[in-house]
């Protein structure tokens, strides 16, 4: 095509000016301003003179049908949907993976939520003292919670737990020397690396022990003038299993106190919950640190506790008021969201059964085999009556393994009953692939054994509806 036919082709695209006179562009979008709307014809117009470009002689129909001043309208009603719709949105995760950092770790609590919207839509007491009537903290709307549940003296929030033990290294450590079991020195996936922390801190790595064994005179024998601080770090994410040695918490804490050293623990998750009580896992719960008498300790609140993003920091008083008057505070004080979140999701934490049916993690990691095997026998018997779905799958139920993640109990297998799923002329990968591009709700799975495997544990209540709405739409997309 020659570059004159090449113009009158193009010319055939209306003027936005032209289109903005549409009785149509009125209707479609009447509640946006004219700036905006604009915008959006502007970007069809571009759109189809890029299409013209890329492929220089579409058909003549089909072209004529795109030029219509209502098919513009329409393409720009689509940008404008595309613009307006978040970018982070929800997916359905079907993993079995219930802390999935990757796929925002905690979902919060229905209190929680209740408690981000009221405090974050409205004015609040954030950092006002409403009985004098004057400047208040915004550290005191948690605290006394922490330590209510915890049995520790004082209580900090911070941005997230890598800060937190930043902080804590920094307040109490700068310029000297910590001490760490060469067992404990974790990588927390990427960045978060204690030998890099202790850098980034200003302190000092004093490496004590082996990798699998650290006796207390290895610890005894490192405590010199310089030393600050002694660090304990859960081995949250793996397990040195066999030939292996720690000093239990009491000989440290004992150590530290003989030496006038702070002990200070960094435990990955913390729980609140009393897990193993539920014959899951073996993780001790945050209160059995403070009870222990160590000086600070550190944990999530995102993980096991399943609340929002947040570092907390329990200890002795003078500890944590060291922490709290540090110039770095500034930088990594939580937002009244967070707090908000975390108060009501603490609420929970004063009885057991509540915890379990409020707090979405505790209940999923507690939820039982039986439980799941009732969950995958509805949602197999929903695929099954669906017309459509049952052409394009096969459904079968097996027994499968359900992780907590988030770098929590690595070890720990939960018991569940999966949903086998295999779509026809699909391998299992581009089945997968095709879920996760599902328009509506992307869904996430897990493969195994060649096959796509839904496990209902992550599956939120209510959410079984959406499941079969995403598959749905996906096997319109096929037959389409
Ligand atoms: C997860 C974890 C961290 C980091 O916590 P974030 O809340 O993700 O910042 C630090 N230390 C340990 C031992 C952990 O398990």
Redesign the pocket.
């Known amino acids: 095509m020659t570059s004159i036919e090449k113009q009158v082709a193009l010319r055939s695209l209306p003027a936005v000016g032209h289109l903005l006179e549409f009785p149509q562009t009125l209707s479609v979008f009447a509640d946006y301003p004219l700036a905006l709307v604009t915008r959006f014809l502007g970007e069809a117009v571009a759109e189809l003179r890029e299409m013209w470009d890329r492929d220089p002689a579409p058909g003549d129909d089909a072209w004529a049908q795109m030029v219509l001043p209502e098919s513009i309208i329409q393409r720009a009603h689509r940008i404008l949907n595309v613009y307006l719709s978040p970018h982070l949105r929800p997916v359905l995760n079907l993993t079995g993976t219930v802390i999935h ?1 990757n796929l925002g ?1 905690a979902p919060l609590s229905e209190r929680a939520l209740q408690a981000v919207h009221d405090v974050a839509s409205q004015y609040s007491n954030l950092e006002y003292d409403l009985t004098p009537g004057k400047r208040g903290s915004r550290h005191d709307h948690v605290a006394k919670r922490l330590c209510a549940l915890t049995g520790a003296e004082a209580a900090l929030v911070v ?7 930043l902080l804590a290294l920094r307040s109490l450590a700068q310029g000297g020397e910590a001490v760490v079991s060469r067992g404990q020195l ?1 990588e ?2 990427g960045s ?1 690396r ?1 030998p890099d922390i202790m850098v980034q801190a200003g302190v000092l790595l004093k490496e004590v022990g082996t990798t699998n064994k650290t006796h207390l005179r290895d610890y005894q024998q490192a405590i010199g003038e310089n030393t600050r601080l002694i660090l304990k ?5 793996y397990r040195i299993v066999g030939f292996v040695h720690q000093p239990p918490l009491a000989d440290l804490v004992e150590l530290a106190r003989q030496r006038q050293v702070p002990l200070f623990e ?4 913390g729980a609140l919950f009393d897990f193993p009580d539920f014959g899951v896992g073996d993780e001790p719960t945050v209160s059995n640190s403070i009870r222990a008498g160590v000086d600070l300790v ?6 096991l506790l399943g609340g929002a ?3 907390i920091l329990l200890g002795k008083q003078d500890v944590v008021a060291k922490l709290r008057s540090h110039p770095w505070m500034r930088a990594l004080r939580v937002d009244k969201m967070t707090l908000a979140a975390l108060e009501a999701t603490l609420v929970a934490y004063a009885d057991s059964d509540m915890a379990r049916k409020e707090v979405p993690v505790v209940r999923m990691i507690t939820a039982s085999y039986e439980e799941m095997t009732k969950q995958a026998a509805v949602l197999e018997k929903a695929i099954a009556a669906d017309e459509v779905l049952a052409k394009v799958l096969d459904v079968e139920q097996v027994d499968a393994v359900s992780r907590i993640g ?3 109990l690595p070890l720990t297998e939960l018991p569940t009953r999966c949903l086998r799923l295999q779509a026809k002329g699909l391998t299992a990968q581009q089945f997968s692939d095709q879920l996760r591009h599902v328009p509506q709700v992307p869904v996430i799975t897990r493969i195994a054994h060649d096959a796509v495997l839904c496990d209902p544990r992550t599956l939120l209540p209510g959410q079984e509806g959406l499941m079969l709405d995403s598959l749905r739409q996906w096997a319109q997309e096929l037959t389409v």
């Open positions: 950092t770790r941005n997230n737990n890598a800060a937190a033990v974790v927390i996936g978060f204690i770090v859960h081995t949250s994410n960094d435990l990955g998750s550190s944990f999530s609140g995102d993980k993003q947040a570092g988030g770098g929590a």
